[in-house]
């Protein structure tokens, strides 16, 4: 616990040197004095985030409850096996295991480790006007200590999370290759192509004109993710087979969660609100990109 206290707060440090608003997509104008000094200076302080970030976590042994089951299906993949993961998932781990030996397990979580705090930390460096606050909630929000338990799922969470830059930038054959391609780790993943390119279309339309229609069809869809338990159960067990009955499947609430989100969903309607009524709300990349991460918010 001291180990994990102190990285959040050397990290989250570090990520406040960093000054990123007139580098990012948001802020174009790049003309600044001494810009050149300063994205050398963001660049090292960014690096070293990454570096401590993913250094504990590569170098983690027996953290999170899924440790030794992942290890015990890295070996199922090596005799070729039926395991329950995608099959991108299992060639990583075959392909690496073949390369340094049989039950290497810690070369997977290194890998996977590493990779996905870059990921982490590039997405929110390439993105984020406040570097500084994106870490503080990377790691006080628990993704990324998350992270240290589920393997693939907050790896393709990483991906979708440079996805974002990819459809902010219109580059969209790229988000949908990174998304499809992350798919064969943890197909859970896709629902984002759906999601984003909706938020992309919702953040360039005039927001007066249709907001008096999307946000009683928001309200409608969220009562029915309530009350039609049983729909979703369905859809869910249809994907995912093997979690019905299971030890996930206890009926179980987090209002921790719920109570996380409402606040979430509380401070996006207060920023949209501020948006609406500014008199440039309907134009500029910067509201659109603000607009975008509001809509994801929802």
Same mark, same amino acid.
């Not at 000054?19 to 660049?43: A, L, Q």
């Not at 969470?157 to 902010?168: C, N, P, S, Y």
């Given at each position: 616990?001291?180990?994990?206290?102190?990285?959040? &707060?050397?990290?989250?440090?570090?990520?406040?040197?960093?000054?990123?608003?007139?580098?990012?997509?948001?802020?174009?104008?790049?003309?600044?004095?001494?810009?050149?000094?300063?994205?050398?200076?963001?660049?090292?302080?960014?690096?070293m985030?990454?570096? $401590?970030?993913? %250094?504990?976590?590569?170098?983690?042994?027996?953290?999170?409850?899924?440790?030794?089951?992942?290890?015990?299906?890295?070996?199922?993949?090596?005799?070729?096996?039926?395991? *329950?993961? +995608?099959?991108?998932?299992?060639?990583?781990?075959?392909?690496?295991?073949?390369?340094?030996?049989y039950d290497?397990?810690?070369?997977?979580?290194?890998?996977?480790?590493?990779?996905?705090?870059?990921?982490?930390?590039?997405?929110?460096?390439?993105?984020? +006007?406040?570097?500084? %606050?994106?870490?503080?909630?990377?790691?006080?929000?628990?993704?990324?200590? $998350?992270?240290?338990?589920?393997?693939?799922?907050?790896?393709?969470?990483? &991906?979708?999370?440079?996805?974002?830059?990819?459809?902010?930038?219109?580059?969209?054959?790229?988000?949908?290759?990174?998304?499809? $391609?992350?798919?064969?780790?943890?197909?859970?993943?896709?629902?984002?192509?759906?999601?984003?390119?909706?938020?992309?279309?919702?953040?360039?339309i005039?927001?007066?004109?249709?907001?008096?229609?999307?946000?009683?069809?928001?309200?409608?869809?969220?009562?029915?993710?309530?009350?039609?338990?049983?729909?979703?159960?369905?859809?869910?067990?249809?994907?995912?087979?093997?979690?019905?009955?299971?030890?996930?499947?206890?009926?179980?609430?987090?209002?921790?969660?719920?109570?996380?989100?409402?606040? %979430?969903?509380?401070?996006?309607?207060?920023c949209?609100?501020?948006?609406?009524? +500014?008199?440039?709300?309907? *134009? %500029?990349?910067?509201?659109?990109?603000l607009?975008?991460?509001?809509?994801?918010?929802?």
């Amino acid at each position: 616990m001291i180990l994990y206290i102190s990285l959040t &707060v050397v990290v989250v440090l570090l990520g406040l040197l960093v000054k990123r608003k007139e580098y990012v997509t948001f802020w174009p104008d790049t003309s600044s004095p001494g810009k050149d000094i300063r994205s050398f200076v963001n660049g090292w302080f960014a690096w070293m985030c990454f570096i $401590l970030l993913g %250094g504990v976590s590569a170098c983690r042994v027996a953290v999170g409850n899924d440790y030794w089951v992942y290890r015990f299906q890295f070996n199922l993949i090596m005799q070729h096996r039926h395991v *329950s993961y +995608e099959p991108g998932f299992n060639a990583v781990v075959y392909v690496l295991q073949s390369l340094f030996g049989y039950d290497n397990y810690k070369v997977v979580f290194g890998f996977f480790s590493i990779v996905t705090c870059a990921l982490f930390v590039w997405a929110l460096y390439s993105q984020g +006007e406040w570097f500084g %606050g994106s870490i503080f909630m990377l790691l006080c929000g628990g993704y990324y200590f $998350l992270s240290l338990n589920s393997v693939r799922y907050y790896f393709v969470l990483a &991906v979708a999370m440079v996805g974002m830059k990819f459809v902010i930038e219109k580059k969209y054959t790229a988000f949908l290759v990174s998304v499809l $391609l992350a798919a064969t780790i943890h197909k859970s993943v896709l629902i984002v192509i759906p999601g984003f390119i909706a938020a992309a279309f919702l953040s360039r339309i005039k927001w007066k004109k249709w907001i008096k229609v999307l946000l009683p069809l928001y309200g409608a869809l969220c009562v029915l993710m309530v009350v039609g338990k049983p729909l979703w159960r369905k859809i869910i067990f249809t994907i995912y087979p093997f979690y019905e009955n299971s030890m996930f499947d206890n009926g179980g609430v987090s209002y921790a969660n719920i109570i996380k989100c409402l606040a %979430g969903v509380a401070l996006t309607v207060v920023c949209m609100k501020m948006l609406l009524s +500014e008199d440039s709300c309907e *134009s %500029g990349n910067g509201v659109m990109h603000l607009k975008f991460y509001s809509v994801l918010n929802l």
